[in-house]
Structure formats: C-alpha cells, structure tokens
C-alpha cells in the first residue's frame, strides 16, 4: 500500500491500523487464547469454553469499539477509517473465537489456509479500492472485505465439528483473562502505540508515513512469532510438566535461530529491506526500522515467554512484566518529547529490553532452562555470518535487494545445519502444518548438512 498510497495516506493508514493491532489483542489473546489451552488439555469441556470464549470476546470487542468511537468520532481525517476497523474488530470477536477452537484441536492446515485467504484476499482487494482512488479508506476496505470470507470459512469448518456437550459458561476463566489481556495488550502497546504518539506530537501525517513503513516491516519477526507460537502452544499446553518445558525451550531455541536474526539483518542494513517492501520512496525511514527492528526482536522474545507462561498457568509474572514495560515505555516518550521519531523508537527498544530481561531472568531460574556457553558461541558464529554477508553485499534495485536477502539467509540456513543448531527434530515441529512430502525433502537436506562436521 505504501508504494500506491501518498504518504500522507499512508500514515492515515499507520494509525488506523495501529489502533485495529492494540483493540484486536482483546479478542485475539484473551480468551481466545485461554481458550484454546483449557480445549487442549480438557477436551470434555470443548462446548462450554467455545461459549465462553465467545460471549467474551464480543463483550471486549464491543467494549472496545465504544472507547475508539469516543476518542475520534470528532476527527475529520480518522472517523471512517476507525469505523471500518471496528467493523473488522466485531467480525474477530468470532472469527478467533473459532480460531481458538481449530488451534486446539490442532487443525493448523485450517488456520494455515485461513491466514493465506486473508493475506491474499486483503491484498487483492485492497489494491483494487485504492487503484479506484478511495485512498486509506479503501486499504482497510479490503481489510474489511477480506475479514468477512474469513469468518465464513472458519464457520464452516468449526461448526463441522463434533463436541462433547457441556452447559454453561467457565466463570473461572475470567481471572486467567485478565491476566491474559494485560500481557497481550502490553505487548501490542509497546508495538503499535509508537506510531500513534509520535503522529500526535508530531501531527504530521507524512511522518507518520515513513514511520509506518519501517514499522510494516519490523512487525514482520513478531508475526513470525506468532506463527511459532500457534503451532507449539497447544503441545505445550496439552503434556506433562516435564515434556511441556521441554517443548517450551524449544520455543525459545526457533526464536533465537529464526526470529532474531531477521531483526539483525533489519538492523544492519534497514535500506535493502525498505527498497524491497517499498522502494525508494520511504528510504527516510531507515534509522526508524533499525531501531524499532531491534527492539521488536526482544519483545518477539517476551511474546513468547509469555505464551509459555501462560501455558504453565503463571499469567501473573509476564502481566507484571509487561506492565512494568509499559510504564518504562511511557516515560521514555514524554521525557524525550522535543522529538517525536527519537522518542518513540526508542520508547520501543527500552520496554521491549526492560520486559525481555525480567521474563528471561525469572523463566531460566524456574523452568527448564539449557543453553551451554558452546551452543551460545555458536548461535554468535551464526549471527556473526549472516550480519557480515548483508554488510558486505549492497545490491541497488528491488529485484536485487530480494536476492540479497534470500543469499543473506540461504548461506544462514547452511551455517545453522552444518552447526547442528537445527537438525531433523526441528524440521519435524516447525513443519508439521505442511504436507509430508516438502517435509521430507527438507529432512533429507539438512541430514545431509548436519553430517558435514
């Protein structure tokens, strides 16, 4: 959207969707996710949680809408984009309503298509709306759009499926909520309020612009997060006490190898990843995404502890966590006000440290925490390649800087096979929403790199 959009509407757009990431926590982590552990550990009671995650979700999604509509119902510029992200918001109360059930019963295939449905069908429709000349306002029509055949879809699939029956609602789930909604809504905080404050000190819509280009992309290590923690967290939730801290830490293992190392690479070179995404046109962008990649680096890491935590049933010390990040976090943009960008880039990479310190600290003195000094050395020999061939590679041209990114990583992938930082039993846990055939044919190749030394 940022290469069809000006960047004034482009910012309008930022923050929009800003606000659509915070309010949609309340729906997409709370319940949801409370929901999706209490199925997969207690079956018998699928019924009963589904209503309660449910009925829950809409009050929050409503609650929520109320409070948006109060504080830009006056605004010119943001009324009808706001609107329309209600109406996306109300849709997920039930669409991750549903969602929580299919994670539970591990049908990742379902959720698979469902995420590519919406990628696609946002895309498509939304570049068809702006193309009409409808601006920001069209960008999130196709948000809306998509969002509906997405609720369709997962009705049908999660209304075909066969539940013990239980009556009532899970009165009990509440406390664990809330507990839930302060992790989650501090994280998407941290993330997403950054743009917002810095367009309201600023006021500069074009601004807001280039932020939202650096931050489209540094969102992309915690969408892939997100993708690792929807795979891992029922089998954490649903085993035993010593095989779910096992699966644990091997969750934070994919995010020291896979997550990151894509915000190392933002940070080392922020040009190549905003000419790919966006050309030439954001390049006043590149300090933004190189702070705000490092810091969602950590706060990928305080995502998933968190998860972990709460698949442990200790919601209350990553809530506390987070809050306390929150805070840091605010300080830091008042204290700094004189610049908006400064202030509010850094505002980011301070919570996300200060939350990623006090959960890894706590984590690794209570749960199963194993990494010796020689795997550390040899995840720094990893970081160390891949940071050296985007420094050393400077290719001009989108098509260019794609291959870059693709050397950059391939020779990655190389390094953490030959190491043996990635293995077979790897590939088996993070594809196992694929068909077996790719699945094998990645076992074969990294067999035959583990094999080397």
């Not at 990928?300 to 809050?323: D, G, H, K, Q, W």
Request: proline content about 4%; glycine content about 6%; charged content about 10%.
């Amino acid at each position: 959207m940022g290469i069809l959009l000006p960047k004034q509407e482009f910012g309008v757009l930022g923050v929009a969707l800003a606000i659509l990431y915070i309010t949609s926590v309340l729906t997409q982590n709370t319940f949801s996710w409370s929901g999706t552990r209490r199925i997969a550990s207690s079956p018998h009671e699928a019924s009963m949680v589904l209503r309660t995650v449910t009925a829950g979700n809409l009050a929050l999604a409503v609650t929520a809408s109320l409070a948006v509509l109060y504080y830009s119902y006056r605004s010119e510029t943001y009324l009808i984009p706001n609107l329309m992200v209600l109406g996306v918001l109300l849709l997920s109360a039930l669409t991750n309503s549903y969602a929580a059930l299919l994670r539970a019963v591990k049908r990742f295939g379902q959720i698979a298509v469902a995420n590519i449905m919406m990628s696609f069908l946002k895309l498509l429709t939304a570049v068809i709306l702006v193309v009409l000349g409808m601006g920001a306002v069209g960008a999130l029509g196709g948000l809306l759009i998509s969002s509906v055949a997405v609720f369709i879809y997962l009705t049908c699939h999660a209304t075909r499926l066969e539940l013990p029956q239980s009556r009532g609602f899970s009165g009990n789930m509440i406390r664990e909520t809330f507990f839930v909604s302060i992790i989650f809504l501090g994280i998407n905080f941290i993330i997403n309020s950054s743009i917002i404050f810095m367009r309201w000190f600023s006021g500069s819509d074009a601004l807001a612009g280039d932020y939202n280009a650096a931050l489209t992309i540094a969102r992309g290590p915690f969408f892939i997060t997100s993708a690792l923690i929807t795979v891992l967290f029922p089998y954490i939730s649903s085993h035993s006490n010593t095989e779910r801290e096992e699966y644990a830490f091997q969750s934070i293992k994919y995010v020291a190898l896979f997550v990151f190392p894509v915000c190392i690479s933002m940070t080392a070179d922020p040009g190549t990843w905003l000419n790919i995404f966006f050309g030439r046109k954001y390049m006043g962008g590149e300090d933004i995404l190189r702070m705000l990649s490092a810091g969602i680096g950590f706060l990928s890491l305080t995502f998933l502890v968190s998860s972990n935590l709460v698949a442990f049933e200790r919601p209350e010390i990553p809530a506390l966590c987070l809050v306390t990040a929150t805070v840091v976090q605010v300080a830091m943009i008042h204290l700094m006000d004189s610049n908006p960008v400064t202030s509010s880039t850094i505002s980011v990479v301070a919570a996300s440290i200060t939350s990623a310190v006090l959960l890894l600290t706590y984590y690794a003195g209570k749960f199963y925490f194993k990494w010796s000094p020689k795997y550390l050395l040899k995840i720094a020999v990893s970081y160390s390649i891949l940071s050296a061939v985007f420094l050393s590679i400077h290719l001009n041209g989108r098509l260019l800087s794609l291959a870059e990114i693709a050397i950059a990583f391939t020779v990655y992938f190389i390094a953490l096979s030959i190491l043996k930082l990635f293995d077979e039993e790897d590939v088996d846990i993070l594809l196992s929403p694929l068909p077996p055939e790719p699945v094998r044919i990645v076992r074969r190749l990294v067999s035959r790199l583990n094999s080397i030394i």
